[in-house]
């Protein structure tokens, strides 16, 4: 009698990658404007909410005072991230748009790391602002 294993690394019973990052992050954000350190934002806390949609994550920086100096206090991120699992490793990309003012601006997300360790970058090319959140999950 012949015997057929399975060589696939995923394991059945482990939860989608999209359910293992959500949470809220706690940690410092990094701004820049131009290239140059944002004054009064850079270094001070921030808190990034990952919630699962599906198989996709909804990525949001809901506390700065970045939200509060250029976004009118409103969370920035993206809808439709995906989440890419190798090893204990997640890789998160995504696209949205953010208000401000009267005109809409396209971003980018993305992120890396574990949920004991994530660096999350915001970045709004229109207006060269870049932001890098180090934290880990609460």
């Not at 404007?33 to 949001?60: E, F, H, M, N, Y």
């Not at 890419?84 to 953010?98: C, E, H, Q, Y």
């Amino acid at each position: 009698m012949l015997g057929m294993t399975s060589c696939k690394d995923d394991n059945p019973s482990d939860p989608p990658a999209s359910q293992q990052v959500a949470g809220s992050y706690a940690g410092t954000l990094d701004v820049t404007l131009g290239g140059q350190p944002v004054v009064g934002i850079t270094g001070q806390a921030a808190t990034i909410t990952v919630t699962q949609t599906g198989s996709t994550v909804k990525l949001q920086l809901t506390q700065s005072p970045l939200l509060d100096q250029f976004f009118g206090g409103q969370p920035i991120g993206a809808e439709n991230v995906t989440v890419v699992k190798s090893d204990a490793n997640f890789t998160l990309a995504g696209a949205g748009k953010v208000s401000m003012g009267a005109t809409d601006l396209d971003i980018a997300v993305a992120g890396k790391g574990k949920p004991a360790a994530m660096e999350f970058t915001i970045t709004v090319p229109a207006v060269t602002v870049v932001a890098t959140f180090t934290g880990s999950r609460k």
